[in-house]
């Protein structure tokens, strides 16, 4: 059996927008048994975080770049081949939505047969699992890892994996990596309450026009008290989800008290002035009651799988701005919490050991070819098309005309694919609402 002979691990992540690097890249930090040399992929699309965006996450890696599906598959490849010792890694963890997974996990098992080792492969989700579960976990199938975020959800993916007779033995349970910060103690000057906004939830005009005039009636209603409303994304940037109806437009046609202001920045140091936080079903929720800053899930939209905040049922954190205006500040249950691997009790840097564990006995183990549920013989109706986004062939293999990698892009092919991806953008969140409002008259 070989054993390592490196302390230092060499990892490679793989992430699509800018929460799922902040998420890969911590969590590589977290799973790794040792120390860790990190190269950091952005895969190009619609959301390939902007520079502002990666200065506002603060994760540094030791290289940084972007790259299509296809180069980085060939460089995967190239790696594998050469000097294990000052080439290969050992570790690549692929931070993205699940047919991204999918794609490139076919395109790593052609890219490595008949490789004498490969990297131990991982892959996770960046938040709250509330839709698509079986079609998200199937996608994600394959890998040696496929990380859960707490108890509930690893139990909840061996059941998917197990009832369509898929090997369950990949699932792992940790928590979010990026859960941490000083314990709320309450007593700030000014009291602040911080409305965590979401990009798609909720995702008509109407619905977030009536959370923004909640905001600033409580702010109204409250002169004394600092009310911030934390956005995601500068109107262009595109995170995880599209945003089509930026608050910063809705918030244009009011008139905004003095103590109300709109807000950028990393969330754990908006949390750290926070004394209420207050979402739909932002995974901010849970990195609030994980500092035991009091939070609360709105059901003034109603409890609906549409919006997330069902998945919040149980917790006792489920109120309305009614309620809250009233003076209502939520109490968590202290069993939810535990299943949802928030470890408000203290327990959480030890939610990783088992991740720890599980990837240091693969890196010392030999390791079989990729092998995912979904293939030409389960699913040849859906595969081919997964894998065809990506410029890939069914059997994993880049298709013909797909982007070379060979050679960095020349400086007219940069200005020409930064142009098409603005021009992509812009569609997508100016003209594609227009289109399908014009659709409804």
């Not at 598959?73 to 000052?86: F, I, N, P, Q, T």
Request: contains cysteine; hydrophobic residues 40%; aromatic residues 6%.
């Amino acid at each position: 059996m070989p054993v390592r002979n490196r302390k230092q691990l060499r990892v490679a992540v793989l992430a699509d927008s800018d929460t799922r690097w902040k998420w890969g890249s911590l969590t590589a930090s977290r799973i790794a048994p040792d120390s860790v040399a990190l190269d950091g992929y952005l895969l190009r699309g619609r959301a390939t975080p902007t520079p502002r965006q990666l200065r506002e996450i603060g994760v540094r890696a030791d290289s940084l770049r972007e790259v299509t599906a296809v180069e980085f598959l060939r460089e995967m490849e190239s790696a594998a081949s050469g000097d294990r010792e000052s080439r290969g890694y050992d570790v690549v963890l692929l931070a993205l939505v699940g047919g991204g997974v999918q794609a490139v996990l076919h395109g790593l098992a052609h890219a490595w047969r008949g490789a004498a080792r490969r990297p131990v492969v991982v892959t996770g989700y960046v938040g709250v699992v509330y839709e698509k579960l079986a079609d998200g976990l199937l996608l994600r199938h394959g890998a040696d890892v496929v990380l859960a975020n707490s108890g509930y959800d690893a139990d909840r993916f061996r059941a998917v994996y197990e009832g369509v007779g898929a090997d369950a033995s990949a699932v792992t349970e940790c928590a979010l990596p990026f859960l941490g910060g000083e314990p709320y103690t309450g007593g700030a000057d000014p009291y602040t309450v911080t409305f965590a906004a979401q990009p798609s939830v909720p995702d008509t005009a109407a619905d977030r026009d009536y959370l923004l005039g909640r905001l600033v009636r409580h702010a109204e209603s409250h002169p004394d008290r600092e009310v911030l409303l934390k956005l995601r994304s500068k109107p262009g940037e595109h995170t995880t989800h599209i945003e089509e109806i930026p608050y910063q437009k809705l918030a244009q046609r009011r008139e905004l008290p003095a103590n109300f202001r709109l807000v950028y920045g990393n969330m754990g140091e908006i949390l750290d002035r926070t004394d209420l936080l207050v979402t739909v079903s932002s995974t901010a929720a849970l990195e609030s009651l994980h500092r035991r800053i009091p939070t609360a899930l709105l059901t003034d939209l109603g409890v609906r799988e549409a919006l997330g905040n069902h998945h919040f049922t149980g917790s006792n954190c489920l109120v309305s701005w009614d309620q809250l205006d009233a003076g209502v500040r939520p109490e968590p249950d202290p069993g939810w919490l535990a299943r949802q691997g928030v470890a408000a009790d203290g327990t959480y840097e030890s939610a990783f050991d088992g991740a720890r564990a599980r990837v240091a006995e693969l890196l010392d183990a030999d390791r079989p070819a990729l092998a995912p549920y979904y293939s030409r013989t389960t699913a040849p109706g859906y595969l081919p098309r997964i894998l065809a986004r990506h410029h890939l062939a069914p059997d994993g293999s880049p298709l013909p005309g797909a982007p070379a990698a060979d050679r960095a892009p020349g400086p007219v092919r940069q200005v020409v694919r930064r142009a098409a991806r603005g021009a992509y953008r812009h569609g997508v969140q100016r003209v594609a609402p227009v289109i399908r409002r014009m659709g409804e008259l």
